[in-house]
Antibody
Framework: QITLKESGPTLVKPTQTLTLTCSFSGFSLTTSGVGVGWVRQPPGKAPEFVGYIYWDDDKRYSSSLKSRLTITKDTSKNQVVLIMTNMDPVDTATYYC?????????????WGQGTTVTVSS | EIVLTQSPATLSLSPGERATLSCRASQSVSNYLAWYQQKPGQAPRLLIYDASNRATGIPARFSGSGSGTDFTLTISSLEPEDFAVYYCQQRSDWLFTFGPGTKVDIK
């Protein structure tokens, strides 16, 4: 059974850097055809793709967020880390960690419970 | 960037009725279109991928169709647990965008 869980701060100040960790189980990010990503959802709005990291260390970032994002993986710990710089109140959202695989055509087939991040001074 | 529009914004139906949800892309996405269901306080759940393939564990009453720019999610007979918000999502050039959602509520 695949599970993912997000952890990190619930409140960050404007201009600060956000670091979120996704801890997962039930699969390995060294297995070909597997990816882990981040999706965020502002209150009352649709989800928004943030980025993916794949088993081969390839990465894909949202075009609008690319300059502020870094996603890394630690396969020994089964963790993926999201770093987002220069946070702004518009970045307030629930951040979800997601699993993707070739078998589901790289769509987000398992989701974490999400973690709410508020950006406010 | 490819933009997705969904219609209607809200669909009011009764249990047992058929639901037909529409998603339109601003340019062709081939069949790289997925559908998600989201209930209040929960994460979205993948229902359909590649326009017409049901994800693991998804009941047969959910079906998807379409290609290019026009897609449809059909729920053949609404169950009480199907009242939720539904999002379409496309994948192009290994990037993803979501539509604004259709809320299916109880009439």
């Amino acid at each position: 059974q695949i599970t993912l869980k997000e952890s990190g701060p619930t409140l960050v100040k404007p201009t600060q850097t956000l670091t979120l960790t996704c801890s997962f189980s039930g699969f390995s990010l060294t297995t070909s055809g597997v990816g882990v990503g981040w999706v965020r959802q502002p209150p009352g709005k649709a989800p928004e793709f943030v980025g993916y990291i794949y088993w081969d260390d390839d990465k894909r970032y949202s075009s609008s967020l690319k300059s502020r994002l870094t996603i890394t993986k630690d396969t020994s710990k089964n963790q993926v880390v999201l770093i987002m710089t220069n946070m702004d109140p518009v970045d307030t959202a629930t951040y979800y960690c997601v699993h993707a695989s070739r078998s589901s055509a790289w769509n987000m087939d398992v989701w974490g419970q999400g973690t709410t991040v508020t950006v406010s001074s | 960037e490819i933009v997705l529009t969904q219609s209607p914004a809200t669909l009011s139906l009764s249990p047992g009725e058929r639901a037909t949800l529409s998603c339109r892309a601003s340019q062709s996405v081939s069949n790289y279109l997925a559908w998600y269901q989201q209930k209040p306080g929960q994460a979205p759940r993948l229902l359909i991928y590649d326009a017409s393939n049901r994800a693991t564990g998804i009941p047969a009453r959910f079906s998807g169709s379409g290609s290019g720019t026009d897609f449809t999610l059909t729920i053949s007979s609404l169950e009480p647990e199907d009242f939720a918000v539904y999002y379409c999502q496309q994948r192009s050039d290994w990037l993803f965008t979501f539509g604004p959602g259709t809320k299916v509520d109880i009439k």
